[in-house]
């Protein structure tokens, strides 16, 4: 039995009350970042309201036939590509996801809408994505200077264009113990950060042992991804993660990734240190390889020093 933790909680409010107030809340920041590899954040800026209508027409979306959500060009006016279900590279049971999903450039999130189906998805996904966008900017901001880094690097490299959202469900499974919701992994991005509802599903490794997360209905959960672990030289923590499966409800979620453009360069910011520079490009077609050949993903000790 997985025993159920709460993440860290950190009130991003305190940022706006002062230096004294605004020093303590970045350096629980960081610390959750180095101790966890994952923290959850309140008043974070995206109102409640926003958060609601964004799960609504997700689920209005996946309510549509495989057919339709398949042929989300065609049907649903999202790029082609965009819908994913299962994992095509699975060689075994275990290495399948029981899960689908719409993972979406942040920049085709204003392009999309799903015509002739009677809600408003496009606006939605537009005004979240502006807005959590924000939030994760400022989050690595701050990582960044509590290492001593008043660094423009992630405002310079993070576009729309780079960026993604992903909009996932997992079914009900009637073999739970069987099959993952998505399968262990770490982020391969600088930060991701998760809207979830309240149904569980996400764990972490904390200590070598398997944590769940305990759901918080106001908070929004934040990880670090591999690449913030390359350039801060090891100090923040990309943490394996996993999602569960459910017998009886199905759980939805919607997540953020902060990527940069594939040409950009991660470079440890201090020295000596552990990895070779490598662009982004480079790292994601190491991961699809790794993927293709061995079933699943190597990641960071491929580009150590």
């Given at each position: 039995m997985v025993e159920e933790c709460e993440l860290p909680l950190i009130n991003l409010g305190r940022l706006e009350l002062g230096e004294k107030e605004r020093e303590e809340c970045m350096t629980e920041i960081a610390r959750a970042s180095q101790e966890w590899g994952f923290f959850q954040v309140v008043n974070h800026g995206i109102s409640g309201e926003l958060l609601q209508k964004m799960k609504n027409e997700q689920e209005m979306v996946f309510k549509q036939s495989f057919d339709k959500k398949r042929q989300e060009d065609k049907c649903l006016n999202f790029l082609s590509g965009t819908y994913r279900w299962g994992t095509p590279s699975a060689t075994c049971l275990r290495q399948l996801a029981w899960s689908e999903a719409f993972h979406i450039p942040l920049n085709d999130t204003s392009a999309t809408s799903a015509s002739g189906l009677n809600y408003t998805l496009s606006s939605t996904m537009e005004q979240f994505a502006t807005t959590i966008s924000s939030l994760a900017l400022k989050?690595?901001?701050i990582l960044a200077e509590k290492?001593?880094?008043k660094s423009t690097f992630f405002q310079e490299n993070c576009f729309p264009s780079t960026c993604y959202l992903r909009m996932n469900r997992y079914p009900p499974c009637p073999i739970p113990s069987e099959v993952f919701g998505l399968m262990p992994h770490t982020d391969s991005d600088f930060l991701t950060i998760l809207h979830q509802d309240q149904v569980g599903g996400l764990q972490l490794i904390k200590d070598d042992e398997w944590i769940a997360v305990k759901p918080?209905?106001?908070?929004?959960?934040?990880?670090?991804?591999?690449?913030?672990q390359a350039w801060s030289n090891n100090?923040?923590?990309s943490v394996q993660h996993r999602v569960v499966t459910n017998l009886q409800v199905e759980r939805f979620s919607t997540a953020y990734f902060l990527c940069p453009s594939y040409d950009t360069v991660i470079q440890s910011c201090r020295e000596p240190s552990v990895y070779r520079k490598f662009s982004f490009g480079e790292y994601r077609r190491q991961v699809q390889e790794d993927v293709q050949k061995l079933g699943s993903k190597i990641g960071l000790p491929r580009f150590v020093v």
């Open positions: 989050l690595a901001e290492l001593g880094h918080n209905p106001e908070a929004l959960v934040i990880n670090v991804g591999d690449l913030f100090v923040y923590k």
